[in-house]
């Protein structure tokens, strides 16, 4: 190990222990390069004509969680996890010149970039970081240990990093607990400890965080629900047809939704604390019968959050929002049809517009769908079958989308579903889609099963869209031009 890298590791090691709320700054060191078996780092798409770059250098390096912010306020800035740590690549000169991929915080977990200040939040300290991986093969829920749903979405520390072996899972959300919270600024290279907080989910303006608990209104204003018997999955999917009557693609996603109904059904109670940063007060609000997940500040209001009711996504009513004080907790998306679905919903950039994944009904009509928070209207972009993606995104603007594919395991059976999409909104109030990266070798199926979601994103600008690739092999970042080579 050379004498920069003992020196980082040391100064890793103070800042778990520091009672200061400034630490010595540290300085940012280049990733060591993949060696000779790394995948190409530039090339041409040859069924696209798209430009991609490789922006990592170490193996098993990710994109954080697709709804996570990966970008400086001034976009500038893209913050990726790697084995070692946090990395921070250069966007203005993408591109131009080859990235330079550097090592800002090393060994931090957990990786977010501020929603107003040019910092990044990370977690160091608690347990070791496990394999995880958000399984969601049939895109009807997240088939998720409970650990690693808790340290994405609130009650534990999540993590940016994936294990030193490449795994194939979205690495980093396997159990460990404790930890503190940090702030890394990217001008200064000062690190800060940010008070009270033990999770990278922090409001926009660092007044709250928030986590869930299990537990019974004390009021008992919060009547449980009727009983539910379970009902056996396959018949919701496939009416009319036996387990042995369906393609091996079918039958996984049946069992898998046969997983998830069982804590469907009969929810236990949850509801949410909200600790205030300032002061460490904590209130605990918003008691409601089901399976909280996938929180989410606003990106403009400290006050406002998005969530979800988990599971399998045709038996529950998904998008909600809540304040912090509790108030206003509202469904934002009401199903009109038996086997609707409505997930995966993130925040557009200027917090107004609740955007996600719909289907009407599941596995059948597919759409990227937006509820705007001022009039409540609901704008929806139709898609056929094999543009449909696990996840989407969307330029700072709302006229962008991108959308990362999805394997014949997943909800809409695409037969030629593996593709890096773009999506344009047209005049008339369609998207054109455009296929800007082929996924074909990519492994889509998390889990057991070893695979990854790319989890992509579109950059400030508009010009490029980052992802998570392996298919070649190892894990590592991507960029592709939205521009076609010339």
């Known amino acids: 190990m050379n004498t920069p890298a003992r020196l980082l590791l040391l100064l890793s090691v103070f800042a778990v222990g520091a009672t200061a709320q400034t630490l010595p700054r540290a300085t940012p060191t280049a990733i060591p390069n993949a060696g000779s078996s790394a995948p190409p780092s530039d090339w041409i798409d040859p069924d696209t004509g798209h430009r991609v770059i490789r922006l990592s250098t170490e193996a098993g390096s990710s994109t954080l969680y697709f709804h996570d912010n990966s970008y400086s306020p001034q976009g500038d800035k893209y913050l990726m996890g790697t084995p070692s740590g946090i990395a921070i690549v250069d966007l203005a000169k993408l591109g131009t010149e080859p990235p330079k991929a550097e090592l800002v915080v090393p060994g931090g977990r957990g990786g977010y970039m501020a929603r107003r200040t040019r910092e990044i939040y990370f977690v160091r300290g608690g347990g070791p970081a496990g394999g995880g991986g958000r399984g969601r093969g049939t895109r009807g829920g997240d088939a998720e240990p409970p650990s690693a749903q808790a340290q994405r979405d609130g009650s534990a520390p999540a993590s940016a990093t994936p294990p030193a072996a490449d795994t194939g899972a979205r690495g980093g959300r396997g159990g460990f607990g404790g930890g503190e919270v940090f702030a890394y600024n990217l001008d200064t290279k000062e690190t800060r400890q940010v008070p009270h907080a033990s999770r990278t989910l922090i409001s926009c303006d660092e007044t709250f965080t928030a986590s869930t608990v299990t537990q019974e209104d004390p009021s008992g204003k919060t009547p449980?629900?009727?009983?539910?018997?379970?009902?056996?999955?396959?018949?919701?999917?496939?009416?009319?047809?036996?387990?042995?009557?369906?393609?091996?693609?079918?039958?996984?996603?049946?069992?898998?939704?046969?997983?998830?109904?069982?804590?469907?059904?009969?929810?236990?109670?949850?509801?949410?604390?909200?600790?205030?940063?300032?002061?460490?007060?904590?209130?605990?609000?918003?008691?409601?019968?089901?399976?909280?997940?996938?929180?989410q500040f606003s990106p403009t209001d400290p006050n406002l959050m998005l969530y979800c009711h988990e599971g399998t996504w045709h038996e529950v009513d998904r998008v909600w929002t809540i304040r912090t004080d509790g108030s206003e907790m509202t469904l934002r998306h009401q199903r009109t049809m038996d086997m609707e679905i409505a997930g995966h919903e993130f925040w557009s950039y200027d917090g107004r517009t609740i955007w996600f994944d719909l289907q009407t009904p599941r596995s059948q009509d597919f759409w990227i769908a937006g509820m705007n928070l001022d009039t409540g209207k609901e704008t929806r972009y139709h898609l056929q079958r094999d543009w449909w993606s696990v996840h989407y995104n969307v330029s700072r603007d709302n006229q962008l989308f991108m959308g990362d594919g999805g394997d014949p395991t997943q909800v809409a059976f695409a037969k030629d579903g593996q593709w890096i999409n773009l999506f344009r909104v047209q005049p008339d109030g369609s998207v054109a889609r455009e296929k800007l990266v082929n996924m074909a070798k990519h492994n889509y199926v998390t889990g057991a099963r070893g695979g990854v979601e790319p989890n992509g994103s579109i950059t400030p600008d508009g010009k490029w869209v980052i992802f998570t690739g392996n298919f070649d092999g190892a894990r590592h970042v991507y960029a592709v031009e939205i521009a076609k080579a010339k």
């Open 224 to 295: 449980k629900p009727p009983e539910r018997p379970i009902v056996p999955q396959l018949g919701r999917m496939f009416p009319g047809k036996k387990i042995e009557d369906l393609t091996p693609d079918e039958r996984y996603a049946a069992q898998k939704e046969d997983g998830l109904s069982r804590r469907v059904f009969n929810p236990t109670s949850q509801a949410f604390t909200f600790t205030n940063l300032k002061t460490g007060e904590a209130k605990t609000v918003g008691y409601q019968y089901g399976w909280l997940n996938h929180m």
